[in-house]
């Protein structure tokens, strides 16, 4: 009955089935918003969280290690490291303010998280700045006790007093009301492990040593021309993601700032690399890009593994792709190429598994490149921007 998320700026189900005019839900003015965050129950206070300070860093670390998504039988838990973390959190334009906590007030225990940072999205022709809400978090101790809608109310505050006044989250759950769905493909690198692991299963009829073949892969990469990308990378970069992603309807838009930042391979002070990202150079020109990070994920209750190391297929873009007249088959045979490379760096990089979700151009090599559909979905969310949707399954997000 959603009886928080009716009282939100967002759609919802059944309504406006017909084309709509997108835009925003509500229009307020920073001077009406609340100056302070609403009061919380006795024993609980409200904190900005200081991702610098390697203490504090560690506190969001330790909620959501232990308190943060599973999957449905409790198999798996994401454990984002502190690495990955200050990556996801401290983008280009982030702040302090964004990373609210709630802590219990005499123990001092952080009980509760949410975050945002700020991005800017084109909606088809429109692009809107927005507050991007993750790691929202409650310690398992203090579910269902109404706490979350608190959270949002305060990222949603703090986001307006800002002037941001549109939100994009993404959920596994179902909320009123998604502008796309998209589902999970794994693609199995070490098969033996994700098998003693729980997450891949044996076919009936099938033998582990034939699995382990099915999915083995060259030593080396295929297309010619491939190397690590660099900063000197980042303009030509930056222009082919921008051109490559205008067929799609919903695209961030990044300036060469955020691509830096997104985008440039680096180990961090713990020697740690939170994106690996690769770029093909043709004559000084740079005709394709992809790239991929990496969020281990525990594994609850097993003798012989502690984590996995995921892989999630990140930003891409190819030159055949901007070829008039656009042509499919070029362009699923380069991206072929491209991801199958992409299979061959992240096992060399110790990779376990590698996901990709059925949006951009994903459904023209899930299949060839020996992907699987999983059983998560995830559901994309605009705050107070009625948008039209945008159709899913393996040609989503395209007009062609
Ligand atoms: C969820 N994931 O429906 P109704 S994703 C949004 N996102 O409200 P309570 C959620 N809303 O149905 P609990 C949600 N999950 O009555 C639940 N809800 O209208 C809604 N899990 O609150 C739910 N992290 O406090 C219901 O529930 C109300 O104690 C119930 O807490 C929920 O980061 C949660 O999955 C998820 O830590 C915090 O279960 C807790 O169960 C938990 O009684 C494990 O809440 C970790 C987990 C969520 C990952 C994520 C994106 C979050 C987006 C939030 C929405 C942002 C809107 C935009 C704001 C900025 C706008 C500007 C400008
Ligand atoms: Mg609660």
């Known amino acids: 009955s959603y009886k928080f998320w009716q009282t939100q700026p967002v759609p919802k189900f059944g309504e406006d089935d017909k084309k709509a005019k997108e835009g925003p839900l509500r229009l307020q003015k920073v001077e009406e918003i609340e100056k302070s965050p609403a009061p919380l129950l006795s024993g609980f206070e409200w904190v900005e969280i200081d991702l610098k300070s390697d203490e504090e860093m560690k506190e969001v670390y330790e909620l959501l290690n232990g ?3 599973e999957d449905v039988d409790s198999t798996f838990r994401f454990n984002y490291s502190p690495s990955i973390l200050r990556w996801a959190m401290m983008a280009p334009g ?8 709630i802590r219990a007030s005499q123990s001092r225990k ?21 507050s991007e809400v993750n790691f929202l978090c409650i310690h398992k101790k203090l579910r269902n006790k109404r706490l979350a809608p ?23 759950v179902v909320l009123p009301r998604p502008v796309s769905t998209c589902r999970y493909y794994h693609r199995p690198l070490d098969w033996q492990k994700l098998w003693e692991c729980g997450f891949s299963y044996l076919p009936p009829g099938s033998k582990p040593q034939y699995q382990v073949h099915k999915y083995a892969l060259p ?3 295929a297309t010619k021309g491939l190397r690590e990308m660099e900063v000197k990378d980042l303009d030509d ?14 695209a961030p838009e990044m300036t060469k700032e955020e691509a830096h930042h997104w985008l440039i391979p680096k180990a961090d002070a713990s020697g740690e690399q939170a994106v690996w990202s690769y770029v093909v150079e043709e004559s000084g020109k740079v005709t394709d890009f992809f790239s991929f990070y990496c969020v281990e994920s525990s594994v609850i209750n097993n003798p012989k593994h502690k984590v996995v190391r995921v892989a999630y297929l990140f930003y891409y873009g190819s030159k055949t792709g901007l070829v008039e007249p656009f042509n499919k088959d070029n362009l699923k045979k380069r991206l072929n190429e491209l991801i199958g490379d992409a299979l061959i760096l992240a096992k060399k990089h110790k990779f376990d598994v590698f996901n990709a979700l059925t949006l951009m151009d994903n459904g023209m090599f899930l299949e060839q490149q020996k992907f699987a559909a999983g059983d998560g979905t995830l559901h994309y969310y605009l705050f107070n921007y009625r948008a039209n949707a945008i159709s899913g399954g393996l040609d989503a997000n395209q007009k062609l």
């Open 110 to 130: 952080l009980v509760a998280f949410i975050s945002a940072i700020p991005v800017h999205i084109r909606v088809r022709d429109n692009v809107i700045t927005c």
């Open 94 to 101: 982030w702040d302090k303010k964004y990373h609210v906590g």
């Open 237 to 250: 970069v930056v222009s082919l993601q921008k051109r490559y992603s205008s067929r799609f309807e919903i």
């Open 150 to 172: 608190i959270l949002i109310k305060e990222i949603t505050r703090v986001s307006n007093l800002n002037s941001v006044w549109q939100g994009l989250y993404t959920a596994g």
């Open 67 to 69: 308190h943060y998504v």
């Open 219 to 221: 030593s080396k990469t």
